[in-house]
């Protein structure tokens, strides 16, 4: 079994990269893969629905600025069995800065979780909503780009700035780099604009848009502030359904 390492990322914040990158994680660590999210997005949500903020003694800062910071001094577990994490904090915000001007900028996450990626069967990734640094060292880093997309108005916004800059990793930096699907999120199907907006995200991806889309749910919402995955937090809602299919669309296309 071939390891894959998936980046969630959209720079429009919002859209449910995290709340999907926690349920993808999740999910694949239940089916029995060991898993590791690693959270790269300065504002920690990741992070804080699986351990306590204070818990945190290194961060994921720490592993790409110091070499002296080794991976297993900063992977921590998280209550979930075959659930690990890398944690953010707040200061992962003084990244993008340091990396300015370094020619080992973007390789820095590749390098970082090389020693430790045959040690899991997927690596999920969590970007912030921007293109900087952080999100090119996330897809430096990975096999595969989750794209999750808003079923609102102005839903493809920005999709194609992505695109150029995946485009242009793969042609530069990693050209193993694939994208493994494009995710509906915060659909609702009885309104006619989530309609008319998934049929328009169809246009613009076509067969890599994910059968599975996910619905609207409070539940979804909740669930991070309990430090659960919908999986345990409400198992029998529309968001745990939901991100169950995904997670066997994700290993059909995956491994
Ligand atoms: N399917 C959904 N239904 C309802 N609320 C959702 C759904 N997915 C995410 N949310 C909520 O929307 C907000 C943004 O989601 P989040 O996953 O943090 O997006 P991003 O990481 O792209 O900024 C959060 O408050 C989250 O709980
Ligand atoms: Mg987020």
Known sequence: MHSVRIAIANQKGGVGKTTTAINLAAGLAQRGKRVLLVDLDPQAN???????????ELSVYDLLTESAVEF????MKTSQENL?????????????????????GPYKLKDRLHPASSDYDA????????????????????????????????????TQDLRETVKGIKARLNPQLD????????????????????EEIYKGFGEKVFE?????????????AYRESIFTFAPASSGAIEYAKLCDEVMRRAY
Not at 84 to 104: M, N, Q, T, V, Y
Not at 212 to 217: A, G, V
């Open 212 to 224: 599975t889309t996910i619905s609207k749910s409070v539940r979804l919402e909740e669930s991070p």
């Open 84 to 104: 690990d994490l890398l944690p953010a904090r707040i200061s992962l915000a003084k990244l993008e800065g340091k990396l300015i001007g370094d020619f080992e």
């Open 72 to 75: 297993r001094d900063v992977v």
């Open 179 to 198: 994208l493994l699907g494009v995710l509906v999120t915060k659909h609702d199907r009885r309104t006619l604009l989530s309609r008319g907006v998934y």
């Open 46 to 56: 990741c992070t804080i629905s699986f351990v306590d903020r204070q818990s945190i």
């Open 123 to 158: 690596i999920v990734i969590d970007t912030p909503p921007t293109l900087g640094m952080i999100t090119v060292n996330a897809l430096v880093a990975s096999t595969h780009l989750i794209i999750p997309i808003e079923a609102a108005y102005f839903a493809l916004e920005g």
